[in-house]
């Protein structure tokens, strides 16, 4: 031993203090169980923290793994366990999770007496044992002290719902003797077989070739006790008869226990075995999952979410001969981001008092818990910073380099469906009514857990993101602006508004010199424009708790996006962004539907990327993944995918991208989220957010160019997409009542012509698409702004309760009028200057056909737009209209200035575009604009933005003022003097023609507006959930039933394991 | 090309004598639509009468400042279109002020006058002009359509955007027409030009029996007086841009005055036999017949 | 038209049968006979069309006769049914629920000559009439003459024709 | 039965207290808040003499017929627009709506209940405007000499310009009317909007004597 080691404690103490504990406790008097408690808790601290002293001297000391040798004899005669940094690791997380538990569960414990805590005790001693033990026999023993003891806590428990936990006890102890029988014939056999009970003794006598029966018996009763699909109903009624904090334990410290178990006999088995673990992990990680989905009570789901959770890590284990040395540090990465989030899921279930999904309202309320839920959350599903997203990157990228494909499909699918439960839940707790109001009692042994475990997230985040090796995201700048304002969120709004305006501008100043034209564009967008879209948060009053750390989150995301060099950063910033926006879209009063939806799709988005970066990786031929480890993928090296890869990294990027840009298709998220956001986070998701998806397309095009798959050119399809979700998003515009709907779905359309132009790929395209870029950005944020500021000061987004605003509201009436002039094209404002590129680009291009589409759908545009500013500000005023003021000054301030900025963009477009085209140059060589003085020139037309506006103005103006001269006596009359058949109007509501406003388009063109998308993602969620449903009735709560269930999983995956 | 002085005079020549004529073309149109009925019509100079009578109307109402700004957005809709082609091919005098922009801006300053009428009418708060603006938008999203395609498949045929160009193209000889030489994209845009006339069958978005005469109920006096000045002016304006690009262009005064009297003929023979479609009919009719011509035309230019 | 009376009277106390031609004949009933009778006609003998919902007035008899024309358009025949009322807070029962047509009728019948349909929608609006004060312009009482050189400013000079004798004089002069 | 006129005001039109979106009710009172009531005025026309006259000679020469057909003589105006005789060469044309059209022809008999409609539509066409009385019941109301629900004196509600007497009169007849019209208004004697305008109190009190709901404000602009 070295000398660090002499001052450490044998690790041996740990079971030893379990033990010691739980008999001292049966010595004391059964009424002094306040001394009792004190007792369990003192014993289980200590057990904590001789493992968390140990793992100090592993990690920063440097000290050696110790064999403990029981009886003084080497392995063959004797138990023997080991102590190295896993052991360490894992019983400090089995121990503290036990200590945690213990105190979350001071009441029942202090009710139920010196017992309870005494099996406690025993029970976190037995997980210790199975961590440490290098026995067959006795892991054995300690598995069946685990299974006992937990059972014994089940029924100690039984005291709110008498018998349910009762039954749920009973069924898990016959499941378990089932369990303990294969377990038991199996060390029997391997024993007869290898003359050895030592773990490492049956490894070396090679077990699994031996005698295969006999290592199958061992392992299938190992992998059981992981509850598996589909031997894990008499477990999942554990999960949800027990108390939570034992609920924890189970979930955590015994998966934890077991599963290390599992990855012993794995070294026994060797590599034949692999393939059965990952199958029986990836199938209970996609079937818990999907039997998960379905299900409305909190504690049972969570009791499939954590058998997916072990399923996933089992599965990890199983691909340990490609992972190789990455195994620890995803293994345990997932390991412990499920411990801990689960731990503190059940924890914080405690203090929910009703079942049922929905009654998680009752946290809503209090922004601490929020947070907690959200970091939970987050690291279930593998979102940056947390240890499992660096462990998913690792493991897809490993997946992705040894072609296992299926598996890497399986893994993200599963994530997904997981990610759909938990996000949906989420959305619960923040936008439902409280049953009652009530919020549950917060006592603090309640709550320390559930602190605890946050705490930890946070630490586990930090030091993945430091094991990671390359880029820890909790050092970045933008993120940590961000986080800082979870910490400020006590502040008033104006304030942390102040600050965030700031730190954008001056995060701008501090790294504009870093950006190419290109990418200064989008920096400006996302910066700039970011801060100017803030000051129209300056109208909320109160403290916004909540708004600035998500906002914050997407602002950091969009500039860590285009920072981003390589694959991973891009990666992380893209799913930074996608959380934040989330979070400040589920701000919308009813956007809870549509919040889910818009992070699923994201998500959906996200792993396609993830998986397109990891396929890429694989196929870049420089790289070899296994002597580095390291998956760096620079963006630029995109380019060097070789070739039958390549395609399929541009498909699955692409689609990845436009899930963001809302191509059609994957558009159904968008309306809802964007129309439903409040009225300041509308331009910002809308206006700016969607920008990303772009800034992801051009990064990608630049790199790989054209591609063709099965001879088809993935541009050229790119370009039908794009056509069409320019057509449909326009044409859907039309058939909007609401306003918002009508600019979510105009937005759509926007990203069509913008993805047609790259899609083009030629100069004039490219330039096209950042006019669009540009344009876009500037009147939807001004027309989100005016829209929701009308639909503030009327309290209603419907377009046909409006009309005749117009005197009440001028200045929002200037902001959409030139909103809308700009956008449809028209000069002489800026729209037309797209346009004019958009033309001279498509004289460029070889396709023609998809142009006929893009045509159609340019007129299109003026419906939506005429409506838009018809029946909101013109026509008829309403009753209770009359008296509406003026939009708040925030909220009409930043739209005055999107007006001069239009006109300026307008006048000099040159300002903005005039380094871009330069710099397209460089990847497009021909065809770019000629910048003389006013006038720009292509080699087919011209046009001269100044001249435009003073012919325009001169002739305008001459007019308005012949016009004012000749007519300067008129009456001014009010809105019911109109010639009416020489009858009179009835109500301004009858006269105010503005609902089904294009009925006869309706009749002509509304076929093309079926909502197949949507029936179709609706008939692919209600797949799920059927299948989940279907899963369910296999759970039909009878022991014997749960029973036959092992009996079968046993007997399947014999004989596919041994069959094959 | 650049800006002169001189040319804010010749622009203003051009606009006298497109005024003028289209007054007495709109007059004129009229009566040879009245002897399709075997009536003898209005006088010559009646729009001239109605002209200053609507200007000499004593007292006029308004509902406020966008009702003021629909008749001027309107007619500097129409003044402008004309103003940004040129006139006169091969006429330093008479090319305007096309220096400002070329085929694309024509194009897209159509919608110009449109749109500021469609919100000036709906100021007024009829709902027959919000009908009529609904029709009529409607409408123009399929009529306009088979113009854009042929529009794109002159431009690609010529290979510019430049109208100066693409009429130069077409000197030497009728055979040189787009007419000729590109018979389809001139089909699919007469097509359409029947759609933006205003004239049976397109006409619902006046529809003078349903919605007394939709987006100008409420226009009067003066207001009236500039529409109708527009609609002296937009006919040519936009016949003027069919004549460039379809029919050779004019290079006197003459031959301008022929070309654009043949072209407007076309809109009052086809308007003087056929009843009026319904919007979803006139939509289907523009999908089903006018841009599968378009279509063929981009794809075999 | 006889076997449908004779049928008529055995299922309700109908008074005197008149018929016009062969296929129109009326009958007078009681009002509080005239809903069943009205449904077994629409229903049993197929007058399922309600022609006219009309009023005379019998001033002199001090009494209102409503007559409901159905017709059977299967075998081309008529009938009519006459309900006598008395014209002083005339009131009778609404078939709105029979024909909604009737409704139209009924609310005209009240404007013009003041009978009550109660339950009848819109009864009350104003059918023609805008602005009416004075007693229900169709009643026999009402003298429109009087109310016209009340109302309406005459232009002086205006003479009145007997039109037979004028006419004569004009096409006939001197035949007396 | 005598009403208050009160009592014929229509529910729609009757004040109502509605409640904003910010909560706070307040009063709608739709004769006053959806309807100006300014009074017509007398209007002169331009200060040179052959600036006028040049108008008149337009006003003459476009004569805009308002398409409100009143009574049963709207059925001889039809044939005006026939070949047989083709008023268009007159410089006669028809207007769906009353801002454009500067003649308003009452076509026939006038019940009270149109009266209030053509007051409606006259009022809103715009000064200079004519009307023209077509047929006896508009000069004295005709063969409806005794009805209870038919004005017999146009003139007593509306300025008229021209009476064209027959029952019904042929469209030569209208014809010629409409040439002395414009000799009239050549002649700048067509001032009935003036007119109209000058004795507005007068017309006003004859209009409301007989129509008993008025329910409008007293100029429809």
Redesign the interface.
């Known amino acids: 031993m070295s000398g660090v080691d002499g001052l450490l404690l044998s690790p041996l103490l740990i079971l030893a203090t379990g033990l010691g504990a739980a008999f001292l406790l049966g010595l004391l008097h059964p009424r002094q169980s306040g001394v009792a408690y004190g007792l369990t808790l003192v014993a289980l601290a200590w057990m904590a923290w001789i493992p968390a002293r140990w793992l100090w001297a592993f990690v920063l000391q440097g000290a050696a793994p110790v064999e403990i040798l029981t009886a003084g004899t080497p392995p063959p005669f004797a138990i023997n366990l080991r102590f190295g940094l896993p052991e360490a690791a894992l019983t400090l997380l089995v121990n503290l999770t036990g200590l945690l538990s213990a105190i979350h569960l001071k009441d029942v414990l202090l009710n139920q007496g010196r017992r309870a805590m005494a099996v406690l005790l025993v029970a976190v001693m037995a997980l210790g044992g199975i961590i440490l033990t290098r026995d067959m026999f006795n892991l054995f023993v300690f598995l069946e002290l685990a299974v006992i003891s937990t059972a014994g806590l089940v029924l100690l428990s039984d005291t709110h719902r008498p018998g349910l936990a009762l039954g749920a006890g009973f069924k898990y102890l016959v499941v378990s003797q089932f369990i303990s029988v294969f377990l038991l014939v199996g060390i029997i056999f391997a024993y007869h077989a290898t003359g050895t009970l030592n773990i490492d003794g049956m490894a070396e006598a090679g077990l699994a070739n031996v005698a295969a029966l006999a290592f199958f018996l061992m392992f299938i009763a190992v992998v059981s006790e992981l509850k598996p699909f589909p031997a894990n109903g008499w477990a999942l009624d554990i999960y949800e008869s027990a108390p939570p904090a034992f609920s924890a334990l189970f979930s955590a410290a015994t998966g934890a226990a077991v599963l290390y178990a599992a990855d012993k006999l794995l070294l026994i088995g060797g590599d034949a075995w692999l393939p059965m673990a990952t199958a029986i992990g990836i199938v209970t990680f996609i079937a818990a999952n999907l039997l998960a989905l379905p299900q409305t009570h909190d504690r049972r789901l969570l009791g499939y979410s954590s058998v997916a959770q072990t399923g996933l890590v089992l599965m990890v284990l199983g691909q340990r001969d490609i992972l190789g040395e990455a195994t620890p540090f995803i293994a345990f990465g997932l390991l412990v981001s499920h411990a801990v989030a689960k731990a503190g899921l059940y924890w914080l279930s405690g203090l929910v008092q009703e079942r049922r999904l929905t009654d998680w309202a009752a946290l809503g309320r209090r922004p601490l818990l929020v947070f907690a839920f959200a970091t939970f959350m987050a690291m279930l599903t593998g979102l940056p910073p947390f240890p499992g997203f660096y462990a998913k990157w690792e493991l897809v990228h490993h997946l992705a380099g040894a072609d296992r494909l299926v598996l890497l499909a399986l893994v993200l699918l599963g994530a997904l469906i997981e990610a759909g439960y938990l996000f949906r839940w989420f959305g619960y707790l923040l936008k439902r009514e409280a049953p009652g109001g009530e919020t549950a009692p917060c006592t603090p042994h309640k709550l320390v857990p559930v602190l605890a475990a946050l705490a930890a997230g946070w630490a586990l985040a930090w030091l993945w993101g430091d094991l990671f090796g390359r880029v820890n995201l909790l050092l970045a700048l933008p993120l940590l602006f961000a986080l800082a304002f979870l910490l400020l969120d006590w502040l008033p709004a104006w304030i942390k508004n102040t600050l965030a305006i700031a730190g954008l501008v001056a995060y701008f100043i501090m790294t504009w010199g870093e950006y190419d034209p290109m990418r200064l564009i989008f920096a400006i967008i996302f910066l700039i424009g970011g801060a100017l879209t803030l000051l129209a948060s300056y109208h909320a009053h109160g403290r916004r708790i909540g708004f600035y750390p998500a906002a914050m989150l997407m602002y950091a995301g969009m500039v860590m996006l285009i920072q981003a060099t390589s694959a991973f950063e891009f990666f992380a910033a893209w799913e930074l962004l996608t959380v934040g926006s989330y979070f400040l879209i589920l701000r919308g009063k009813a956007s809870e539907p549509h919040a889910l939806s818009y992070i699923l799709f994201s998500l959906g988005g996200a792993f396609l990327i993830l998986a397109g970066f990891a396929i890429a990786a694989a196929a870049v031929p420089r790289l070899d993944l296994a002597a580095t480890g390291a998956l760096q993928l620079d963006l630029a090296s995109l380019a060097q995918v070789a070739a039958p890869a390549a395609p399929w990294v541009f498909l699955l990027l692409a689609i990845g991208f436009m899930t963001k840009t809302a191509a059609i298709g994957v558009h159904i998220w968008l309306p809802g989220a964007h129309a439903e956001a409040e009225t300041d986070v509308s331009p910002m998701v809308s206006g700016i957010l969607l920008k990303a998806g772009l800034y992801g397309l051009m990064v990608l095009l630049l790199a790989m160019g054209k591609q063709q798959l099965h001879g088809v050119e993935l541009t050229h399809a790119l370009l039908w997409v794009a056509a069409l979700t320019a057509l449909l998003g326009n044409l859907m515009a039309v058939f909007q009542e609401d306003a918002k709907r009508l600019l979510a779905y105009s937005s759509i359309g926007q990203m069509g012509y913008a993805m047609f132009g790259l899609a083009l790929m030629n100069h004039l395209g490219w330039l096209m698409a950042l006019v669009f870029v540009i344009n876009h950005y500037i009147y939807k944020s001004m027309l989100f702004l005016a829209v929701g500021g009308v639909a503030k000061r009327t309290g209603t987004r419907e377009m046909y309760r409006m009309g005749g605003l117009i005197r009440l509201m001028p200045l929002s009436f200037i902001a959409v009028l030139i909103g809308i002039i700009a956008l449809s094209g028209v000069p002489p404002l800026s729209g037309f200057g797209g346009r004019w590129i958009f033309y001279n680009a498509i004289m460029d291009s070889e396709t023609r056909l998809p142009i006929v589409v893009l045509f159609l759908a340019g007129p299109v545009a003026f419906l939506y737009l005429f409506r838009l500013i018809y029946t909101i500000f013109l026509g008829q005023l309403k009753d209770e209209l009359r008296r509406v003021k003026e939009a708040p000054f925030w909220i009409v301030l930043p739209q005055m200035i999107y007006v001069a900025l239009l006109l300026v963009f307008a006048l000099v477009p040159g300002l903005a575009l005039r380094q871009v085209d330069a710099y397209l140059d460089r990847f497009f060589p021909d065809g770019g604009l000629r910048w003389e003085g006013g006038q720009i020139t292509s080699q087919y037309g011209y046009w001269d933005p100044i001249a435009i506006m003073i012919v325009v103005g001169v002739i305008f103006t001459t007019l308005f003022l012949w016009l004012l001269f000749v007519n300067r006596r008129a009456q001014m009359v009010k809105q019911f003097n109109i010639v009416f058949s020489a009858e009179r109007p009835y109500r301004p509501e009858t006269t105010h023609f503005a609902w089904n406003f294009f009925a006869p388009y309706r009749k002509a063109l509304g076929f093309l507006t079926q909502p197949l998308a949507t029936n179709f993602w609706g008939a692919v969620t209600d797949l799920l959930h059927t299948a989940g449903d279907l899963g369910r009735r296999l759970y039909d709560g009878n022991g014997q039933t749960y029973a036959f269930h092992l009996l079968a999983f046993v007997i399947i995956a014999f004989f596919i394991g041994m069959g094959a | 090309m650049a800006f002169e002085w001189i040319k804010i005079p010749y622009a203003l020549l051009t606009l006298f004598i497109v005024v003028n004529y289209g007054m007495l073309l709109g007059a004129l149109m009229q009566k040879i639509a009245a002897r399709v009925g075997r009536r003898h019509g209005v006088p010559i100079w009646q729009n001239y009468a109605d002209l200053i009578k609507n200007y000499g109307l004593r007292t006029s109402i308004t509902h406020g400042v966008m009702f003021y700004l629909g008749p001027v957005f309107r007619l500097s809709g129409g003044v402008g279109l004309l103003l940004f082609v040129p006139t006169i091919y091969g006429s330093e005098m008479f090319s305007n002020l096309s220096f400002a922009g070329d085929l694309i801006l024509a194009l897209y300053f159509v919608f110009f006058g449109t749109l500021g009428m469609a919100l000036g009418a709906g100021e007024s708060g009829h709902p027959h002009a919000a009908i009529g603006v609904s029709r009529g938008l409607a409408q123009v999203t399929a009529a306009e359509l088979p113009f854009a395609l042929a529009v794109f498949a002159v431009a690609l045929q010529y290979q510019t955007l430049s109208i100066t160009d693409i009429v130069a193209a077409q000197q030497g000889g009728v055979e040189n027409w787009t007419l000729f030489t590109n018979p389809l994209a001139v089909a699919a845009a007469m097509l359409a030009f029947l759609g933006s006339m205003m004239r049976p069958p397109f006409d619902v978005v006046l529809a003078p029996q349903e919605i007394p005469i939709g987006p100008p109920t409420e226009y009067h006096s003066s207001y009236l007086a500039l529409m109708q000045t527009n609609r002296a002016i937009f006919p040519i304006a936009k016949i003027v841009v069919y004549m460039n690009l379809f029919f050779g262009g004019a290079a006197t005064w003459p031959v301008f005055f022929l070309k654009v009297f043949c072209i407007y003929l076309v809109s009052v023979f086809v308007g003087v036999v056929f009843p009026r479609f319904r919007v979803e009919q006139s939509i289907r009719w523009f999908l089903v017949w006018a841009v599968p011509l378009g279509v063929l035309a981009i794809l075999l230019v | 038209m006889h076997a449908l009376y004779d049928r008529l009277k055995a299922l309700f106390p109908v008074g005197e049968f008149t018929e016009q031609r062969s296929n129109l004949a009326f009958v007078t009933l009681p009002g509080a006979y005239l809903r069943p009778a009205l449904l077994h006609l629409r229903d049993r003998e197929g007058f399922t069309h309600l022609v006219l919902l009309t009023a005379v007035d019998w001033i002199e008899q001090g009494q209102f006769q409503l007559t409901y024309l159905l017709s059977n358009r299967a075998e081309n025949r008529d009938i009519g049914l006459r309900v006598m009322l008395p014209r002083l807070g005339t009131v009778m029962a609404s078939i709105h629920d029979l024909w909604p047509t009737a409704a139209t009728y009924q609310r005209e019948l009240r404007e013009m000559f003041g009978i009550d349909f109660p339950d009848s929608p819109g009864v009350y609006e104003e059918f023609i009439l805008e602005g009416w004060n004075d007693i229900p312009p169709y009643r026999r009482d009402f003298d429109t003459l009087q109310y016209a050189q009340d109302s309406y400013a005459q232009r002086p000079g205006r003479e009145t024709r007997d039109p037979e004798s004028h006419m004569k004089q004009q096409l006939y002069p001197g035949k007396g | ?3 208050d ?1 009160m009592h ?1 005001i229509k529910p ?1 039109l009757m004040p ?1 207290k ?5 909560g ?1 009710e ?1 009063e ?1 009172e ?1 004769l006053r ?4 009531d ?1 009074p ?1 005025t007398v ?4 200060y040179l003499k052959i600036v006028e006259d ?2 008149n ?3 003459a ?2 004569l ?1 017929i308002l ?2 057909g009143t009574g049963c003589g709207a059925i001889e105006m039809r044939p005006l627009m ?2 047989r005789f ?1 008023a ?2 007159y ?1 006669i ?1 028809w ?6 059209a ?1 003649l308003l022809v009452i076509s026939g008999y006038l019940s ?2 149109t009266l ?3 007051i ?2 006259y009022e ?1 066409m ?3 405007k004519y009307v023209v009385g077509l047929g006896s019941c508009t ?3 005709g063969m409806y ?9 146009l003139d ?1 509600y509306l300025p008229v310009d021209l009476y064209i007497t027959g029952c019904m009169p042929r469209p030569e007849a209208l014809l010629q009317g409409f040439e002395d019209l414009k000799k009239l208004i050549r002649a700048g004697q067509a001032e009935g909007a003036n007119r109209y305008a000058e004795n507005f109190t007068w017309y006003k009190a ?1 209009q409301k ?6 329910d ?1 404000p007293d100029y ?2």
């Open positions: 039965m005598k009403r006129p014929f729609e109502r509605v409640k904003g979106p910010d706070v307040f709608v739709p808040d959806y309807f100006c300014a017509p209007q002169h026309g331009a040049f108008f000679w337009a006003r020469q476009s805009w398409g409100f026939t070949p083709d268009y060469r410089g044309q207007r769906p709506t009353a801002r454009q500067n009270t209940k209030k409609r053509a409606r539509a809103q715009q000064n200079p000069i004295n109301g000499w005794d009805s209870y629900n038919t004005i017999k004196c007593q004859n004597q007989v129509i008993h709901d008025w409008m429809n602009w």
